[in-house]
């Protein structure tokens, strides 16, 4: 997924952003060999990346160091070793960024007995916005405007998520940094929220949005940066990501009422690499190298043979399971 620079490459110096997928050529933020520990906790680890216009996603699981990241990106949390620049400045030295540069956290960050537009007002006094409309506008965007003049510590996790966006929006920032801002958000505001980024990072705003939900990021992000335990594990588009977790083994549980026809038909499938009987679990344990295939499979399988499916559950497929996969 990152291919090193050879030494006898002549351009292995001049064009970076054309050799590693992890820099881009217009960047907007420029992350290089970045550590950042707290004690004895390593949190980020000679990191080296960089973000520009558009809709980046970082993907990782919990505890990856994604957090972290951000914060030193905006200036909240210092670096011990490297740098980080946004447009060319130092976030946390420079005060001028931070008129174009915004966070939403993923932790609580209103105060309470506020309104949300008595909210979204106040981050636009602070930040001299001249247009009164201006918090309204950034409510209208993330459908919250009807329910303005309630008090934010009423709304449901979603609803707070929205209102921080707004804050956020209100400031029209160029560079927009979101911690998980999908959390607690229902199918619906998942889809409007993840059209708003789409659209924001179209008109050449620098977007950087995190999540553990792979499929989250595939929706929102046509370029993914990997972390795991604080280092880069893989960055690229998310279709190569999606192919390279696609490609590390899986074992998947399924349950039909005739496992003994249904194992015979899967060994010959060409996805499939092994198939044992679980008695703890009554069902199939059918390992995968293409899951994608193993998937278009099963029912059509099932279907000829006549078996009734009565689950089919993947072992192993949790994001951490699949980073871990990417490190090794």
């Known amino acids: 997924m990152r291919p090193d620079p050879q030494p006898n490459d002549p351009g292995a110096a001049d064009s970076p952003a054309e050799l590693d997928p992890a820099f881009v050529a217009d960047a907007t933020v420029e992350v290089r060999g970045v550590s950042v520990w707290f004690g004895p906790k390593v949190a980020l680890s000679e990191l080296s990346c960089s973000f520009g ?43 001028e960024v931070h008129y174009g540069l915004v966070l939403v956290p993923e932790d ?35 459908d919250l405007l009807d329910v303005g003049d309630r008090r934010v510590d ?17 400031c029209d920032p160029q560079v927009l940094v979101l911690d998980e801002p999908l959390n607690g958000a229902d199918p619906v505001q998942r889809a409007h929220l ?15 949005v995190s999540s553990h ?18 280092r880069l594990a893989a960055a690229g588009g998310h279709r190569a990501i999606r192919d390279t977790m696609d490609d590390t083994p899986r074992h ?33 344990v059918v390992q995968t190298l293409q ?25 192993d497929d949790s994001l951490e399971s699949l980073f871990r996969e990417l490190v090794r």
């Open 108 to 142: 609580e960050a209103v105060p309470p007995g506020l309104t949300a537009s008595q909210f979204v007002r106040y981050i636009a006094d602070l930040h001299q916005v001249t247009d009164r409309g201006a918090p309204d506008a950034a409510l209208h965007e993330v």
């Open 53 to 95: 216009p558009g809709v980046s996603g970082l993907l990782g699981p919990n505890g990856a160091g994604k957090t972290t990241l951000m914060r030193a990106i905006t200036g909240l949390v210092g670096v011990n070793e490297g740098s980080v620049l946004v447009e060319g400045r130092n976030p946390r030295r420079d005060r």
């Open 154 to 170: 009423t709304f449901s996790k979603g609803m707070r998520q929205r209102t921080k966006i707004a804050a956020a929006l209100v």
């Open 194 to 208: 993840i059209a708003l980024f789409r659209r924001l990072g179209a008109t050449g705003r620098t977007v950087i």
């Open 291 to 315: 899951a994608r295939e193993l998937a278009a499979a099963l029912p059509r399988l099932a279907k000829a043979g006549s078996i009734r499916l009565h689950e089919v559950r993947p072992l």
């Open 213 to 230: 939900v792979l499929n989250e990021v595939e929706r929102m992000a046509e370029r993914v940066i990997v972390l795991v335990h604080g």
């Open 252 to 284: 998947v549980l399924v349950r039909c009422d005739d496992g003994r026809r249904l194992a015979a038909a899967l060994v010959g499938v060409t996805a499939v690499t092994g198939v044992t009987f679980d008695p703890k679990r009554d069902g199939l």
